[in-house]
């Protein structure tokens, strides 16, 4: 045991640094005949003190104890003194001490001083319930006088407060069993003679083990109180802690933050956000350049892009650009673009774009942004912007920095809006566009006249007209007239055709064609099919007269230069439907050939062909039940600053006008 504290003293002057690094081994021995069943070693010096715990003596009666000096002075005194009872509360009587030995420590020394603790005889009993003649005078506890009045055991457990009286153990008061030694033991208890109280244990009640780690605390039949290990997976609010944790009993489950992991700190303008050592989450702060035509708002979107702050439109910029309403500078133009101003052009897509997956749909929509169907994978994105024309017709600017419609695939624009394509280089079509936004932006007084209603018949509709009149629609004989073709109309600005009116008891107007405008900076070239037709009209239906066809819509081509080698460019009419049956007219077709009306082997009633070419629309015949009237034509214009180069082989009908006749262009 000596050895020990020896050596635990020698690891602990090893671990110190300070100047005073000392110790003392105390060895603590017993006189024959000690009776203190506990020790506590004093060391005393200067006003200081250090005192041991309350030390059990062991078996072999030796007690070892390690003092190192610490705040101690450097002389003390070492002494021991002997107790009765496990919480040294009690001295022994009379007291046994050992002689106090005086020593200095010695810095990076370990002194020994060892004590004795001697036996005192006592002269009265000690204790009157030990079983001891403590005093060695042939009398035992109560038998001997000293014990009068003093406490006492009749080994009754259930009795307490006895007292020696007479010579024995008597008195006392019934001990009751009223206070349970846990939750998990019901009051009041039993005492037992040869065991005192004791209570009986209530499993399942709930009850606290005071053990963080636990949860769900019950007590068990051995009246312990035991819980379920608490399983730490779910960690504090927020996204910076790890998934699982673990648990201390005094501070219950404890998480480590994610540090690394990615999160969200929910400001726009930081990107690469990480979770930091303290469980929040940082991310590097963009920097927001100036641009020509805008400067930095101090907002970003949500994905750390910047957000500018345009500076007015047509500021000049670039290399003699202008800005745009979006802050994007724009190229010079080498002429003005109609009906739409060049700074409310918005900023292009930003590279070319090909069409050329199948057919891809553009809805002009009537408000807002326009909608896309089967956008070609990986195509930069157009720019689009929502215009008023000059005399307040609206329209959707489509701007592409350079645009193909490739061969075999088709862009179908639909929509209640007409559409202006520009492009910042070239467009080339070399497959189709079909063109119906806007078909329903007719003004003026271009509709087709309704149908009239007879008695047991109603006579045909006219046809839309356009750049050329509708045909009338077929009339009753002598009884009620048909419907007045509808009037020539202006083209600009761009807009779409006009309807074919409805027969008497009929309400199924048929569309004229859209409106579409092209923009090219440099050049269009054309080898493919670009088509604005006239619906043709419903057929009548029994005792119903046929409606008119639609107008062709309007093509507007504006470039330095056009080129076509092949394909067509068409605004035709619809042909008008047949009255008293269900059969319609043709819609406007791609050739310079009319569209039919609605026709049956049973003469009378037929539908009028559509204009087309040089042929002006035709009306619908007359009968029992009037035929609807064809559509007229729609418009097709090219202004060019250079010239046109139109082969041939190219259809284009009706007939076009332009700014250039002397340059090639029709």
Sequence with gaps: MKQLTTIALMALLAACNTEREAAIAVTVTFEQGVVSSHVVVAVTGDQAEKKTRCIPVAMQ????????????????LISAQGFTDADCQHATEPAEN?????????????????????????????????????????KTDCADVDCTDRACSSGNACVA??????????????????????????????????????????????????????????????????????????PP???????????????????????????????????????????????????CAPR????????????????????DAGIACGDGGACNTQGSCLPPFPFVPSNVAINDIPTPSSGKVTFDCGTTV??????????????????????????????GLAAVVLAFDDLEIAGGSTLSLVGARPAIIVSMKNVRVLGTITVAAGAQACVGTGAGGP????????????????????????????????????????????????PGGTAGGNSRASQGGGGLQV??????????????????????????????GGSGGALLFEAQQVIASSGSLTCNGGGGGEGGTNNAGQPGQLTATPAAGGTDLIPGSNGGAGAAGALAAQGGQDGFNGGGGGGGAGFIRFNVTNFCDLGPQVVISPAASSNRPDAGCP
Excluded at 292 to 311: E, K, M, R, T, V
Aim: glycine share 20%; with cysteine.
């Design 362 to 391: 553009i809805d002009t929509g009537a408000t807002g942004e326009p909608s896309v169907t089967n956008y070609c994978t990986g195509q930069p994105r157009f720019g689009s912007a929502s215009i008023t024309q000059p005399g």
């Design 61 to 76: 009666k030796v007690i070892d104890v390690g003092v190192a000096q610490g705040k101690l002075p450097d002389t003390v």
């Design 237 to 287: 609010p927020g996204q910076c802690w790890a998934a699982a944790g673990a648990c201390v009993a005094d501070a219950g489950c404890v998480y480590q933050a994610a540090l690394g992991a990615t999160c969200d700190d929910h400001e726009n303008c930081t990107r690469d956000d990480r979770c930091d050592g303290d469980a929040g989450c940082t991310g590097t702060r963009v920097t």
């Design 161 to 234: 407060g006895q007292t020696c009286q007479g010579g024995t153990c008597q008195g006392g008061a019934q001990v009751t069993c009223t206070t349970a030694p846990s939750e998990c033991f019901m009051a009041p208890g039993l005492c037992v003679v040869d065991a005192g109280c004791r209570y009986f244990s209530t499993p399942g009640v709930t009850c606290d083990d005071h053990n963080d780690c636990t949860m769900t605390d019950r007590c068990d039949t051995a009246g312990d109180c035991t819980g379920q290990l608490r399983a730490c997976t779910q």
């Design 519 to 548: 923009v090219a900076l440099g050049t269009i070239t054309l080898a493919g099919v670009i088509d604005a037709p006239g619906a043709g009209g419903a057929g009548g239906g029994l005792a119903n007269g046929g409606n008119g």
């Design 98 to 138: 050992a002689v106090a030995i005086e020593r200095r420590f010695r810095k990076g020394l370990i002194l020994e001083a060892p004590l004795v603790l001697r036996q005192t005889r006592p002269t009265l009993e000690t204790a009157c319930a030990n079983g001891l003649d403590d005093d060695n005078d042939g």
């Design 451 to 498: 149908g009239g209603q007879g008695l047991l018949a109603h006579s045909g509709a006219g046809g839309g007209g356009f750049a050329t009149a509708g045909g009338a629609g077929g009339a009753i004989p002598v009884v009620v007239p048909g419907g007045a073709g509808g009037a020539v109309n202006g083209g600009a600005p761009v807009r779409g055709g006009c």
């Design 292 to 311: 020509q035509c805008a400067a930095p708002s101090g907002a970003c979107d949500a994905d750390g892009g910047c957000l500018y702050a345009p500076f």
